[in-house]
């Protein structure tokens, strides 16, 4: 099965924390022994954003990938050059990039980072830049000009717009201005939990609507008020996706290295097998499943002109 995940902060971990093996949620291993055909790592800007070295910090998680490929995960330019190695049962990975700190310095940075690999970018993490303003801030304002700017030279360029963190008014400017459907990489459903990071039915309805993608977080406190989440739980969210007619548009967004607890029985990539038994548990078709997996991933970036 092709297994995909759209969101880690793993190279952050090893290369600006030098977090050891033991510690991270993703390694080499543990991709292997999850079955992840296709893992996608951040080159994130950091907490501080513009007030912190956002440049030192993704110098050293672009330093950190090579490590990957000593470890034998390959990186692809775009997702269907995974799908030869994972039949082979080869891994691999994509970047992205979040925070959308490095490009402000010029419109031409996308093609820079786009020419490294990035396959997607979220405009912003939790702090106000040049591009927007953050879900988390509860700002009602959109997308500041020079961040439509970005957005339109993303989708020239062939780069998915992420509106994971993005504000509602910017995530509605995406879809009334531009013409290339965005993803959100790790988000989960307000509906079932009501964290300002997740997405109302409606963004939902326009993802499904515009051919976007979700891929559904793992971290407990975006999918439980309490925090009490488990595989059980991811399903649901996944279900409700299901529920309003996004079955061919959601999938695993996990965050993993980048929160600081999991659900109760998913550990670790290791474990994704496990959330692949409890959505067959729930009923879903294998096919189904499979789209879940990755393959919805894979038709939502032919929707958007990356494809093989």
Known sequence: ???????????????????????????PEKLRRGGVSLQTFALWTGA????????????????????????GIRQVFRPAEALPYAEKGEHCYMLSVEGGE?????????????????????????????LGYAAKSGDTRGLKPYGLQVAL?????????????????GFWDLFNKTNV??????????ALCGHARNLTDDQIRAMIRGGGYIGVNFYP?????????DCETICRHID????????????????FDGIECTPSDLPDAAALPHLLDTLRAW?????????????NLLAYYERIGQGA
């Open 1 to 27: 099965m092709f297994i995909a995940d759209t969101h880690s902060d793993t190279l952050y971990a090893i290369g600006w924390h030098k977090a050891p093996d033991e510690k991270l949620m993703i390694t």
């Open 48 to 71: 501080k954003g513009n007030q912190g070295d956002w440049r030192g910090i993704v110098q050293a998680e672009l330093s950190a990938a090579p490590k990957m490929e000593e470890a």
């Open 102 to 130: 490095v490009f402000e310095p010029g419109l031409s940075t996308v093609a820079e980072y786009r020419g490294r690999g990035v396959v997607m970018a979220a405009l912003l993490w939790n702090n106000e830049n040049a």
């Open 153 to 169: 030279e993303m989708q020239r360029v062939g780069m998915a717009v992420d509106t994971s963190h993005l504000n509602e008014a």
């Open 181 to 190: 459907p965005p993803l959100a990489s790790h988000s989960c459903c307000k």
């Open 221 to 229: 406190f975006f999918l439980d008020d309490e925090g009490k989440a």
């Open 240 to 255: 409700h996706i299901c529920q309003l007619g996004g079955e061919k548009i959601v999938g695993f967004g996990s965050d």
């Open 283 to 295: 009923g879903f078709a294998e096919e189904i499943i499979e789209g879940f997996a990755g393959r």
